[in-house]
């Protein structure tokens, strides 16, 4: 059984891990990966059909805990113990919750203080008791009568005329005052560990299409760049197409990883009388996890070919690999009376939206699949790569009307008729 450290406003955790209010989804998994001896049985719930209308949830079913993480920046956002049976809890060192001490209301009035009167769902039939930043939820179901206040309620739980005995069913860990309105909050110092996290990304546009890519970096601990709290730093960095690695490195510093390309399977579809002619030599992509963009380079010249922006969608083969590159793309609009306005394409957009803005069909899509070896499955089904505007959109299904974006690629060359892919 877990014995776990509460800290309202803050975290859920032991001497050896810690879940803390603004963790990135992937620092919480890789915590479960690492004891996963410990903690096991995790479940990964989200809305297939849309997930950007549920949060994101870790289960950890053996231990009574879910971690729910906020759709959009899949930052961690509340902290839920939905069966205390499962699991030890303390505050500041003193355990309010175990096999040998229940969870009353005394318990917790003796742990925690006094706070303001409770809230009391007569639907859920629970009495929800809120500290800052912590609440209890108390079951009723066996009391005859919702619970009743003194006209004098200044002295905190002692004057609620509730059962004496009432335990806790759930608790939550959130950040604000209120668990119906609280946000993920910003990632706390502690998460960054050392690297370096896009806040944002523009795509750069020339006369011609895309040229580059601007970067808002956030950092923690000395440097250069604007100091926004104690010890943070905003600062950023651009890279463009033709781009030395050398120059990639002094903006962007090392990579978290370097993948050399063993095939091109798009290769295929340039127009080139030589795409068929096997190269001497590998492409290399820098892999940059945390900022979520792949950077190409030219096997021989050592310069930037192709970038590459992930959205981290829960249901897409890469999900957990990479953060969420919170990307904003340009795009001309092509319609009567629109000469020179453009629209803006996010992580968060849909492609049935893109298509309609843009006023023209789009051609058929490039059908992709994805599998570890030649002789598994993806269990997540194929996804399709639409070229447009010298980019290519990688676009999984959720739902009839609501294809989402899974990617980005930009590259230097062009789309031809047919969708036909140049210089890439």
Not at 56 to 85: C, M, P, S
Not at 209 to 216: E, N, V
Not at 319 to 325: A, D, G, K, L, T
Request: aromatic share 10%.
């Amino acid at each position: 059984m877990l014995d776990l450290e509460v800290v309202p406003e803050r975290s859920l955790g032991n001497e050896q891990w810690e879940f803390t209010l603004g963790m990135p989804l992937a620092q919480a998994v890789a915590i479960l990966q690492k004891h996963c001896r410990i903690v096991k049985n995790v479940q990964v719930l989200y809305s297939e059909q849309s997930p950007l209308s549920h949060d994101l949830i870790l289960n950890l079913t053996q231990d009574g805990i879910k971690l729910l993480f906020d759709a959009f920046n899949q930052r961690l956002k509340v902290i839920e113990v939905y069966d205390l049976t499962k699991v030890k809890l303390k505050y500041c060192g003193v355990h309010f919750n175990s096999q040998a001490i229940a969870p009353t209301i005394e318990q917790i009035d003796q742990s925690f203080g006094a706070t303001h009167p409770g809230v009391y769902n007569s639907a859920e039939q629970l009495f929800h008791l809120n500290f800052r930043g912590l609440s209890f939820s108390f079951q009723l179901d066996s009391w005859t009568e919702a619970p009743k206040y003194e006209p004098n309620f200044a002295h905190g739980l002692a004057s609620l005329q509730i059962p004496h005995g009432a335990t806790v069913k759930r608790m939550y860990i959130y950040s604000g005052n209120s668990l119906q309105d609280t946000k993920a909050p910003m990632m706390p110092l502690s998460c960054f560990l050392g690297n370096v996290y896009a806040e944002s990304v523009d795509v750069l546009q020339d006369g011609t299409g895309p040229a580059g890519l601007r970067l808002r970096l956030l950092t923690a601990g000395c440097g250069p760049g604007l100091l926004a709290d104690a010890k943070m730093r905003v600062f950023e960095r651009s890279v463009y197409f033709g781009d030395s690695c050398q120059d990639v490195l002094s903006m962007l510093g090392s990579p978290h990883k370097v993948f050399y390309k063993s095939e091109d399977k798009m290769k295929i579809h340039s127009p080139s009388p030589h795409k068929q002619v096997p190269s001497k030599c590998n492409d290399y992509f820098f892999n940059y996890f945390t900022l979520g963009v792949d950077i190409l380079f030219d096997a021989n010249t050592h310069k930037v070919k192709k970038f590459v922006l992930h959205t981290n969608y829960p249901g897409h083969y890469n999900f957990n690999i990479y953060h969420r590159c919170e990307f904003k793309i340009p795009l001309a609009i092509k319609k009567e009376n629109a000469d020179g306005q453009t629209e803006t394409c996010t992580t968060y957009s849909k492609w049935d939206n893109i298509q309609e803005l843009l006023g023209h069909p789009v051609e058929k899509p490039v059908v992709l699949h994805r599998s570890s070896s030649p002789n598994n499955t993806n269990p997540f089904g194929s996804t399709f790569c639409f070229g447009l505007q010298r980019m290519i959109f990688e676009v999984s299904h959720g739902g009839p009307r609501n294809k989402l974006l899974g990617g980005c690629w930009s590259w230097q060359g062009q789309v031809n008729g047919g969708g036909k892919l140049g210089r890439a």
